[in-house]
């Protein structure tokens, strides 16, 4: 399958730095990826959009001021946390489309933000 | 508003028994339902379904739609204790988001 690459997997940072979160897709070109973030315990929450070349689509209550989300290339998308706040810490996790055998969603394998 | 739902939330069987995740939604402009397993970190990929009454196989995990009740459902027979996982189903809408549900927690036990 489609592999994903997600750096880093685990980050511990202090209350107002910023914080750069980097998913690549290794062996496909992804246009569109997706941002989701989950809290223990509970299901995946979709924060953004992320399409190449253009301004990522977010969902209704993510800041988008905070939440910056960057897809340069076809095959990287990064996330920056800016000004973490410790109610910031949770798990990100990316994923990108593998198209041509239907629609299917890869995930990296997640960051796990702290904010002390 | 389009939603997932899954039940139960969670569920304790012993190894080799048979259970049955049940995934139900009410969307516009459906496109498919998958399925995913999440164990620590990445959630895995099992089936994508989009017909109806189409039953998708791999070893001891089906999976089948039903677009008309709207809702799927995935078999595991023959449990193992590396079946626990929490188990996820997700919709493609017909604008692309891949919207997922709750989930359903599975602890197998030896």
């Known amino acids: 399958g489609a592999v994903v690459s997600q750096h880093p997997s685990r980050v511990i940072c202090k209350s107002g730095t910023s914080v750069k979160i980097e998913c690549r897709s290794l062996?496909?070109?992804?246009?569109?990826m997706f941002w989701y973030r989950q809290f223990p315990k509970q299901s995946l929450m979709l924060m953004a959009t992320s399409n190449e070349g253009s301004k990522a689509t977010y969902e209704q209550g993510v800041e988008k001021d905070k939440f910056l989300i960057n897809h340069a290339s076809l095959t990287l998308s990064t996330l920056t946390v800016t000004s973490a706040h410790p109610e910031d810490s949770s798990f990100y996790i990316c994923?990108?489309?593998?198209?041509?055998?239907?629609?299917?969603?890869?995930f990296g394998s997640g960051t796990q933000l702290s904010v002390l | 508003e389009d939603k997932v739902v899954q039940s139960p939330l969670s569920l304790v069987v012993h190894e080799g028994d048979t259970v049955t995740l049940n995934c139900s939604y009410e969307v516009t402009n459906f496109r498919s339902l998958l399925w995913y397993k999440q164990e620590k970190k990445a959630p895995t990929f099992l089936f994508m379904l989009?017909?109806?009454?189409i039953e998708k196989k791999s070893g001891r995990l089906s999976s089948i739609l039903d677009k008309k009740e709207l809702f799927s459902i995935l078999n595991i027979t023959a449990t193992q204790t590396g079946d626990s996982a929490v188990y996820l189903c997700?919709?493609?809408?017909?604008?692309?988001?891949?919207?997922f549900g709750t989930g359903t927690r599975l602890k197998v036990l030896a």
């Open positions: 994923s990108a489309e593998v198209q041509g055998d239907g629609e299917k969603l890869f």
């Open positions: 062996d496909f070109q992804a246009t569109t």
């Open positions: 997700a919709y493609l809408s017909g604008t692309y988001k891949y919207i």
């Open positions: 989009t017909s109806s009454g």
